[in-house]
């Protein structure tokens, strides 16, 4: 009894080793030259622009999250396509309901107009923005020129 507990401890421990050895070893090694270049931060070669801390609107995450789980859903697929002329009706007809589910889904979605990427008007543009004019909902104009 006690050697099981054994097991499942010598694994916690050489867990816990592989995790923090590596991290260790790095610190005592690793060259500490900071500079102003390397702490910086890197976007895509251009200079930051504002502060790092900025918040992000919600539908990158709600986009990401329609991929994700549409992604995932497809990967579903190749499996039952691989063993299709085995399964008979019976298969063809859940993945016909499955399929619908997610069409389903997907009509929801863009008839929310979440697969919309521009969904708002800036009001006041900042950084490389500031001089774009948009137009709002009511034929007028949005921004500074």
Known sequence: MYR??????IFAL?????????LLIQ???APKNPTPDKLSTYECGEEPE???WVQFNIRFYVIALIFLIFDV???F????AVVFDELGLLAFVEMAIFLSILIVGLAYVWKKKDLDWVKYRVKYGRGRYSGIIEEKPEGG???TS
């Open 27 to 29: 610190r005592l090694v």
């Open 4 to 9: 099981d507990f054994g097991t499942i401890l």
């Open 73 to 75: 859903e497809v990967v």
């Open 77 to 80: 697929l190749f499996p039952w």
């Open 14 to 22: 050489l867990g816990i080793v592989l995790v923090y050895v590596p």
């Open 50 to 52: 504002g502060s790092a």
């Open 141 to 143: 104009t949005v921004g």
